[in-house]
């Protein structure tokens, strides 16, 4: 990890660091296996900040610039969780950066500012087809619900 820094994203970043910030994002969402259940329309940019300033968001930094980002819903922004807990919703590495083991070390810093504030449990979801992050999810301790089933049927 030299030359890297993971931290707290700043919600007064400036206007160009969000556009950064946003560019990986947009970069992550394009690469995500996507099927019936995880797939969404993109935010706006607008919409995009406004969501992230209410989550704990955390970035991976080279150089200054940002080349990971993974976010935490917080409570009362997600009506399934409880008052300690947590949700991660996404996790983005540059392509540039990937298998540096960025991403595992970025929701392990995520998870223990998480554990620090109090929070108990932290879930995620995805998509069997995005065996990089189930490799991640896993080494960090989570572990599987009951599987279920989604039905889709061309019209």
Do not use: C, I
Not at 55 to 78: I, K, M, N, S, W
Not at 114 to 119: C, D, L, N
């Amino acid at each position: 990890m030299a030359g890297y820094e993971v931290g707290r994203w700043d919600n007064a970043a400036t206007e160009a660091e969000w556009d950064a910030l946003y560019r990986l994002h947009r970069q992550g969402e394009a690469d995500v296996p996507r099927n019936p259940t995880t797939s969404s329309a993109p935010l706006s940019r607008e919409d995009w900040q406004r969501t992230l300033s209410e989550e704990a968001v955390f970035v991976v930094r080279d150089r200054g610039e940002p080349v990971g980002l993974t976010r935490l819903t917080l409570p009362g922004h997600h009506p399934l969780q409880t008052a300690r807990e947590v949700e991660s919703d996404f996790t983005a590495t540059h392509p540039a950066h990937r298998s540096h083991g960025l991403a595992t070390v970025l929701k392990a810093h995520a998870l223990a500012w998480a554990a620090a504030e109090g929070y108990v449990v932290a879930g995620t979801g995805g998509t069997v087809l995005n065996l990089s992050m189930l490799r991640v999810n896993t080494r960090l301790g989570y572990v599987t619900e009951p599987m279920w089933v989604t039905w889709e049927r061309h019209l």
